[in-house]
């Protein structure tokens, strides 16, 4: 086997993201080079391992492929790793100080996916976000830097916003999956089935059980927002690239909650351009403010 250079892993690392068309891609490129590099590696590896469940190699198990993530990381930490992805962490775990403990958080909660289609309760549901999103939000304060404890808060409940607007948005992709995440307590409260789910059927109780879950997400932006603004000036310009994200986000919340939004209709985008001018806005009054 070739083991890949540093800087031939982060190459890869730095092609997949691109590649990726992620909403987080661009607010990304307001990062410093250095920490723009550690933030695609963490993306690609985020990005691999949800893809070994969801997109597992031909003829593989998912519970296996996460287990080589499982032991790949271990080997990042002790410097020993083999995958391009982790090659190239190996390196930014070590200069940033990342946890492994977070890491290993993630894959649980994308492994969760193999035990789990359905959620009981909201708690059940927040573990499941905690580990996908929230974990992903305390690494990249690694690499913004901030300092305050205060915004670890603001990052879980970032992570929290997050994660129930993917739900909100991708309930068509995740049912085509067997997969419904919002909480079986809610569907039963508004008198909505998994069949209208299932089945692709708008209802007047499925709107009403989506405008639910959408202000549920909106407290977790509000809570975001408070820790935000207790933090001092340069932690606050440290988490430019979060605000960036922050404001793509509850922008995709709000076009879900429009009126004539089709829950099964075509999945909820905005242009490259609009993604731009969320990120100048943001990355301007973080400069003037």
Not at 5 to 26: E, I, R, V
Not at 199 to 215: H, N
Not at 240 to 261: Q, W
Request: glycine share 4%; charged share 20%.
């Amino acid at each position: 086997m070739t083991i890949l250079s540093s800087t031939d892993a982060q190459t890869y690392c730095t092609t997949l993201t691109k590649k990726s068309g992620s909403n987080f891609y661009y607010s990304f490129l307001f990062l410093p080079r250095a920490r723009r590099a550690a933030m695609y590696t963490v993306y690609a590896f985020c990005k691999e391992v949800d893809n070994a469940v969801d997109e597992p190699p031909a003829g593989s198990k998912p519970q296996d492929e996460l287990q080589r993530w499982w032991n790949e990381l271990e080997a990042a930490y002790q410097g020993t790793p083999t995958f391009p992805v982790t090659i190239s962490l190996a390196t930014h775990v070590k200069q940033l100080s990342i946890p492994q403990a977070y890491f290993e958080e993630l894959i649980k909660g994308v492994g969760m996916d193999l035990s789990a289609a359905r959620y009981a309760t909201f708690q059940d549901l927040s573990l499941y976000c905690y580990r996908v999103a929230s974990v992903v939000g305390l690494i990249c304060l690694h690499i913004f830097g901030p300092t305050s404890a205060r915004a670890q808060d603001y990052a879980v409940s970032l992570g929290m916003a997050f994660q129930l607007t993917n739900i909100l948005r991708d309930i068509e992709t995740d049912a085509a999956q067997g997969r419904i995440y919002l909480p079986q307590e809610d569907l039963q409260k508004f008198g909505c089935t998994e069949q209208m789910i299932l089945q692709r059927q708008e209802s007047e109780e499925l709107r009403t059980l989506l405008r639910f879950e959408a202000a549920r997400a909106h407290e977790y932006y509000a809570k975001a927002q408070a820790a935000f603004e207790s933090l001092p000036a340069q932690d606050r310009r440290a988490l430019t690239v979060s605000e960036i994200m922050r404001a793509v986000y509850s922008r995709i919340l709000k076009k879900i909650e429009e009126p004539g939004h089709r829950i099964f209709g075509p999945r909820v985008r905005l242009s490259t351009n609009h993604r731009l001018a969320l990120a100048a806005g943001v990355w301007l009054r973080s400069k003037f403010s």
